[in-house]
């Protein structure tokens, strides 16, 4: 049975053997966090409003919440898993908003707090490419040199007209300047993109595989573009549904596929989709789990007989099969 190139018998680059690689089989579960901080597109620096498709609640589980501090949400998250596993370790996920948007010695109280923790076995940060100044990446790479740190970086699409459609407030331009400024430094990043924003094309999104394959990231999260209450998006669906391309499953798994194909081998695969609670999705609405959209997505790799990074070639991918 064939193995591929990133030390298993799947045919992308998954999370979930890099995760049991890197914490050695133990068993270790993100803590989702709310830090209280805002978005520079939020609260008038950049702009108004947020991200045209954004509403936190639909990606921010229990137990984070506002009113909390980060002291009592580790308490709740741990108590709640520590019943059935004693002995696990855990990420501090400070998941909602952009959670480097403050001064550093706040930061440096925030994720110390959590750090603080027994049983704490890293930070996961999540932000925009336009809150990191050169202090605070440095303060991160010094906390990665001492614990598991991954930064999560919003970059949601290569098109600076699709950035400023959907109110993201930054440009490509930044998005990649970050990217290289946090790799310079040893940082591990987790790209987001969006397959699915208005004005984009199927071209378009292949397209985007070979940008983001170009540049310094690690681990790539993926999201179906959906519609949730609440949001910019929500009212613009109602008023035109023609604009958005709403994909059935099958549909996504197909292009999921193409840009596994042109996915750089090197970039692990955290998630092909989002998931957002019932009450709050309007469209599409598939009924289907994260992990079983993954099956979905192996058997079409297989029924192809393609893999990540197939049609990716360039000297790079050549010296690291070497």
């Not at 923790?117 to 990446?137: H, K, M, N, Q, W």
Request: net charge neutral.
């Amino acid at each position: 049975m064939r193995q591929f190139p990133w030390g298993h018998i799947g045919r992308y680059n998954n999370f979930q053997f890099f995760f049991r690689k890197v914490f050695k089989g133990e068993k270790v579960q993100k803590i989702s966090l709310e830090s209280g901080l805002t978005c520079p597109n939020r609260d008038g620096l950049k702009g108004e409003g947020g991200c045209t498709y954004c509403n936190n609640e639909a990606f921010t589980p229990p137990p984070a919440g506002t009113h909390k501090t980060i002291a009592i949400q580790m308490e709740e998250g741990i108590r709640f898993f520590a019943h059935k596993y004693p002995t696990m370790k855990y990420l501090a996920y400070f998941q909602s908003y952009s959670n480097t948007y403050a001064p550093l010695p706040a930061l440096k109280e925030i994720y110390g707090e959590a750090l603080a923790f027994p049983r704490v076995a890293g930070l996961v940060i999540s932000t925009r490419p336009d809150c990191l100044d050169e202090g605070i990446l440095d303060y991160l790479a010094d906390l990665s040199g001492r614990t598991y740190l991954m930064l999560e970086l919003g970059l949601e699409s290569h098109l600076d007209v699709t950035l400023e459609r959907i109110n993201r407030g930054h440009t490509f331009a930044e998005s990649a300047a970050a990217l290289e400024a946090a790799s310079r430094r040893g940082i591990r990043i987790t790209a987001h993109m969006i397959l699915g924003l208005p004005g984009e094309t199927r071209e378009d999104w292949l397209e985007q595989a070979r940008v983001i394959s170009r540049l310094p990231v690690d681990n790539l999260k993926l999201h179906q573009m959906q519609i949730h209450k609440g949001t910019v998006m929500a009212r613009q669906y109602r008023n035109d549904p023609s604009q958005f391309r709403l994909f059935t499953a099958e549909e996504y798994a197909s292009l999921v596929v193409e840009y596994l194909e042109l996915l750089n081998p090197l970039i692990t695969v955290e998630r092909f989709t989002s998931q957002a609670p019932a009450e709050l999705l309007i469209a599409p609405a598939w009924g289907i789990k994260n992990y079983e959209f993954s099956a979905i997505v192996e058997k079409l790799l297989e029924q192809r007989n393609t893999w990540q990074g197939r049609l990716f070639l360039t000297s790079d991918t050549i010296e690291f099969f070497s």
